[in-house]
T-cell receptor, first 112, second 116 residues
Framework: GDSVTQMEGPVTLSEEAFLTINCTYT??????LFWYVQYPGEGLQLLLK?????DKGSNKGFEATYRKETTSFHLEKGSVQVSDSAVYFC???????????FGQGTELSVKP | GAVVSQHPSRVICKSGTSVKIECRSL??????MFWYRQFPKQSLMLMAT?????????EQGVEKDKFLINHASLTLSTLTVTSAHPEDSSFYIC????????????FGDGTRLSIL
């Protein structure tokens, strides 16, 4: 079946460091891929998305490229801020119904 | 602004009581809504798909009689945890949208349920 695997956390970085959170997926079809962010005590917010191979999603300095050949959708940011501290979820869905399949989440902690 | 509203944000109640959680889409109609459960430090587990005007579709292992879902209108779905026990304590999150290809779901802010 379909699944999403993320690198384990927590990830601890200093402010202005480069961030990479790895995400790989297994899919029987051609899903859309998403990154969601969850701040403490809150629901999820969409960070970025990509709907087909080689698409790059970007938002708030974060980027991720849909790599079909490596079945990956790694999240990157060139310079993290303390305010980026949160849990990041990689997810996939198909057009039928929009049900999301989530990775296990990666906690990011950015220190000043 | 928020496009999906979830209420209440926090509930503390005694074992044996039933708790209702509401999920509303604020500026769009949602024929489908989703209910997730999240344990501390873990990912979201899809519990069920709520379908407007018809029965919900539950994921394997989720008790239908325990978690009652009603989707009576295009903007409201409710999850009722019946006869709640301490093991039902969790963070429950709803989402709506995502009906088109690649369209993202919008999530509510979640409900922290604590059963004493």
């Amino acid at each position: 079946g379909d699944s999403v695997t993320q690198m384990e956390g927590p990830v601890t970085l200093s402010e202005e460091a480069f961030l990479t959170i790895n995400c790989t997926y297994t899919a029987t079809g051609y899903p859309s891929l998403f990154w969601y962010v969850q701040y403490p005590g809150e629901g999820l917010q969409l960070l970025l998305k990509a709907t087909k191979a080689d698409d790059k999603g970007s938002n708030k300095g974060f980027e991720a490229t849909y790599r079909k050949e490596t079945t990956s959708f790694h999240l990157e940011k060139g310079s993290v801020q303390v305010s980026d501290s949160a849990v990041y979820f990689c997810a996939l869905s198909y057009n039928q119904g929009g049900k999301l399949i989530f990775g296990q989440g990666t906690e990011l902690s950015v220190k000043p | 602004g928020a496009v999906v509203s979830q209420h209440p944000s926090r509930v503390i109640c005694k074992s044996g009581t039933s708790v209702k959680i509401e999920c509303r889409s604020l500026d769009f109609q949602a024929t489908t809504m989703f209910w997730y459960r999240q344990f501390p430090k873990q990912s979201l587990m899809l519990m069920a798909t709520s379908n407007e005007g018809s029965k919900a579709t539950y994921e394997q292992g989720v008790e239908k009689d325990k978690f009652l879902i009603n989707h009576a209108s295009l903007t409201l779905s409710t999850l009722t945890v019946t006869s709640a026990h301490p093991e039902d304590s969790s963070f429950y999150i709803c989402s709506a949208g995502g009906d088109g290809f690649g369209q993202p779901q919008h999530f509510g802010d979640g409900t922290r349920l604590s059963i004493l």
